[in-house]
Each structure stands twice: as C-alpha cells, then as structure tokens.
C-alpha cells in the first residue's frame, strides 16, 4: 500500500550513459518533486511539476530532464550521466491546495552510483 | 524564507521526553515552521507545523514562543526508533511552491 514509490531503489552504471528514475504517488496529490541527496547528505529541490506543468527548476544541468505524463507520475531522465550524478534521489508528492503543499510525502529514494 | 538554526546533535534516553531546538529570529510574519525528520536512509517524513499557536499531533509536540523567534520539538516518549535527523525549516506557505531548504538538522540519537 505504498504511498510514493520508486524504482529502481538501486543503480549502478556507467559514466556517459543515459538512465531513468520512475515515480508513483497513489495519494491522489496534485504536485510531485525530485530531490537529491548528496554524499554530505545536503537534500535539494530539484523539479516540481504541478498537475504535469513543471513550477519549480532548481537550475538544473539539462541533462536531466523530468518528464510527467499524468498527475500520478514524475519520472526523472538523466543523460550523458557523470560522477557528479551519484546521490539519492527522492520523489515526493503533496497537495498544494493545502497549506501550499508543503507537506510532503516522500519515497523511499534511488541510490544512483555512476563508476 | 527565514533562517533556522539547529544544534548538530542531541541525544535522549528511551522512554523520556526529546525536545529539539529551533531558532529563526529572522522569521517573518507568513512564515511557518516545519518538522521533517529522516531516518537513516530512508526519504524525509512530515512531522508538524505551525505558525504561531502550539500544535499537538499523534507525533509530536510543537512549542512556538510569542516571539516567534524559535521554537521546540517535543517527542513526548521517544523510541529507538525515532534516531533520525530532525530538519525545522521556515517557510512562507504562499510563495513557496512546496520548495523545502533542508538544512543541516539536528541528528538525535535515543539510547536504551
């Protein structure tokens, strides 16, 4: 009964290849998020998408690019991936119209290791 | 959104009240205070929030002096399962389009 998931939980690959991150929220919420966490632990804001319209572009290099075909889904494409990439990526979703959707729900995340 | 401070650690026994600080002296009057806490490797969870009256949920105790300046934390009986690090973040529910600045936080550690 999953909340806000994500898959894979784990990938590990290549510099320069290109990977995908999938998100799901079954909470019914309009507005979902990427977040990465780096090897400091520091958790940014990445992408907001608000009912498949992106609100929030935290100035992102373009080689990620998030992509939301229904209000359920925000999915994250990485190209030409670096070593700089390795983090923990975490989905969340909330729902804005409550108190500015700022209470979020998060997955459990996505340990990305580029080698 | 207005600046919070946190000690890096604390630590509590089982069974006993953990009160975690928070200063942001530079809040402003729209701005709310948040709780998240994260345990180890997992994402971040909602806690509390308020603005300026004290609130109480299943989790936790929030204490907002009438200064607003900072606030408390209350984890009326904490469990070894609350270890995690616990982020108080102020932000102006209007402007912020849901973007959470987490900062450092505090990592509380509750020992048997």
């Known amino acids: 009964d999953t909340a806000v998931s994500q898959t894979p939980k784990y990938l590990v690959t290549q510099m320069g290849n290109d990977k995908s991150i999938k998100c799901e929220q079954n909470?019914?919420?309009?507005?979902m998020y990427w977040y990465k966490q780096d090897s400091k632990k520091f958790l940014k804001i990445m992408f907001s998408?608000?009912?498949?319209?992106?609100?929030i572009n935290e100035t992102v290099p373009n080689r990620f690019s998030p992509k939301s075909p229904d209000k359920a889904h925000l999915n994250l494409h990485i190209n030409s991936l670096e070593l700089g990439d390795s983090a923990v990526y975490f989905c969340?979703?909330?729902?804005?119209?409550?108190?500015?959707?700022?209470?979020?729900?998060f997955g459990p995340g996505t340990r990305l290791t580029v080698l | 959104d207005a600046k919070t401070t946190q000690p890096p650690s604390m630590d509590c026994a089982e069974g006993r009240a953990a009160n975690l600080p928070c200063n942001h002296s530079?809040?402003?009057?729209?701005?709310?205070v948040y709780w998240y806490r994260q345990i180890h490797s997992q994402g971040p969870q909602y806690i509390i929030h308020?603005?300026?009256n004290n609130e109480t949920n299943e989790m936790a105790s929030l204490i907002i002096t009438e200064d607003r300046k900072s606030s408390t934390l209350i984890l009326p009986h904490a469990t070894l399962r609350d270890t995690a690090v616990y982020y108080c973040?102020?932000?102006?529910?209007?402007?912020?389009?849901?973007?959470?600045?987490f900062g450092r936080g505090t990592q509380l550690t509750v020992w048997p």
């Open positions: 969340a979703s909330s729902q804005r119209g409550t108190s500015g959707g700022n209470e979020q729900f």
């Open positions: 909470l019914g919420h309009d507005t």
């Open positions: 998408y608000n009912n498949k319209e992106l609100i």
């Open positions: 530079t809040i402003s009057g729209n701005e709310y």
């Open positions: 308020g603005l300026k």
């Open positions: 973040i102020a932000l102006d529910r209007g402007s912020t389009l849901g973007r959470l600045y």
